[in-house]
């Protein structure tokens, strides 16, 4: 008998090669700070590095997964990274049950990777403006036999982190302020934009670089992190990790943050509907819900519902509808996300959640608030909602409500 039981579990082993494994990883506790746990890593198909069934994570522009015997620092983000996106596609797989994701091959993730996405190279060339401090994912491509650039899939790229000292930060009037200082201020004085464009001026201060000089860096840094909820959600909770004192210094460490891991991997589920071609207030408010339901925490709920543009209690100030949300640069993804959310909770949380992954099909990356979206919303509710007539009264009163 104990024969049988033994030749049973080495044939399981022998069939399913993937296997896991334990590292050390970023983990939020109950209370939602980041502390570092150890966590098993499911279906790893080597033994010698991070080579997943779904994921593949690698350095920069090389295809080699890391090895388990590169330097502590990096094993800890590959590991992190390798962690959350697997809870993300969980996520997806079993409780949206998205065909997209059951479908999609082995997935490469690069980190710190500084090159700007070429539609056609797949990277730019090495000096063309570096980026650090943010994440994002890009679109597969052909390639272009020609230049020996091979056929990519779709792909999550994690920058580097770079240190800026607040000293070096001149933006509105902000500098010399702790972090929930400078939260305060960014969110009355500049409230009509977004958190992202507030951290590319604080980015841009850093690179010495300014917009004219380099014309990519704004989308790239804006397709970064999401919502200013989602963002400074994030941002509060990493300083037990990097262990300092004080908060002088700032930066975006985007591969150890686990809402900016679920906002990307987001981003690539709902891909099938809501191309990465650009950043839009719609596509970043798509892929914010996502990671919030994703992160599925009550303190961060919380959080959206005080401090988001839509209906946030603590914005209270010019968060009505601004036709200005409409063009690129102003795009308020926050507006969006804490619509989207309020939605949610006006059709009930598992209702609603299903709701928002059909929206994606009415909807696309250029849909203007107003417009699209809206029009997206009403016909989703017409199939999905529950009693579609009531509540798309609901729905369009909640959105009255805010100058829509
Ligand atoms: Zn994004």
């Not at 779904?54 to 590991?79: Q, T």
């Not at 980026?131 to 920058?159: D, H, Y």
Request: charged share 25%.
């Amino acid at each position: 008998m104990k024969n049988l039981i033994l030749i049973i579990i080495l044939f399981l082993i022998a069939t399913n090669f993937a296997q896991a494994r334990v590292f050390k990883a970023v983990v939020r506790t109950e209370s939602n700070r980041a502390h570092q746990e150890d966590v098993v890593l499911q279906d790893l198909i080597s033994e010698t590095s991070f080579e997943g069934k779904h994921f593949r994570i690698v350095r920069g522009k090389s295809n080699e997964a890391i090895k388990f015997d590169d330097s502590e620092e990096l094993i800890f983000k590959a590991a992190t990274v390798y962690y959350h996106l697997t809870k993300a596609r969980n996520y997806f797989l079993n409780h949206i049950r998205s065909a997209l994701v059951a479908d999609q091959a082995q997935m490469i993730i690069r980190l710190e990777l500084t090159n700007q996405f070429s539609e056609l190279g797949h990277f730019a060339h090495d000096n063309l403006d570096p980026q650090s401090n943010n994440a994002l994912t890009v679109p597969g491509g052909k390639g272009l036999a020609s230049r020996g650039v091979q056929p990519w899939e779709t792909e999550i790229w994690f920058r580097p982190k770079k240190r800026v000292h607040i000293d070096d930060l001149k933006v509105n009037g902000l500098a010399n302020q702790e972090f929930k200082g400078l939260m305060r201020g960014f969110r009355n004085q500049i409230h009509m934009q977004s958190l992202q464009k507030f951290m590319v001026n604080i980015l841009q201060v850093m690179m010495g670089t300014s917009r004219q000089s380099s014309p990519f860096s704004i989308d790239n840094v804006f397709r970064t992190a999401g919502s200013s909820v989602i963002m400074e959600f994030g941002y509060q909770f990493i300083d037990p990790i990097t262990k300092l004192a004080s908060r002088k210094w700032y930066w975006l460490d985007t591969a150890l943050i686990p809402e900016i891991i679920y906002h990307e991997y987001s981003h690539a589920a709902l891909s099938d509907h809501l191309l990465l071609t650009h950043s839009t207030a719609v596509i970043e408010g798509m892929a914010d819900f996502f990671a919030g339901q994703i992160a599925g925490s009550p303190k961060l709920a919380k959080h959206i519902k005080k401090y988001n543009t839509f209906n946030g209690k603590n914005a209270k100030r010019k968060q009505d509808y601004m036709i200005q949300f409409e063009m690129g640069e102003y795009a308020n993804t926050d507006f969006v996300f804490g619509m989207l959310w309020e939605i949610k909770n006006l059709l009930g949380e598992e209702n609603g959640e299903k709701f928002m992954f059909e929206l994606r099909k009415r909807v696309t990356t250029n849909s203007a608030i107003r417009k699209e979206l809206i029009d997206g919303i009403i016909q989703t509710c017409d199939e999905y909602c529950a009693n579609p007539f009531v509540d798309k009264i609901r729905i369009l009163k909640a959105l009255n409500q805010r100058g829509i």
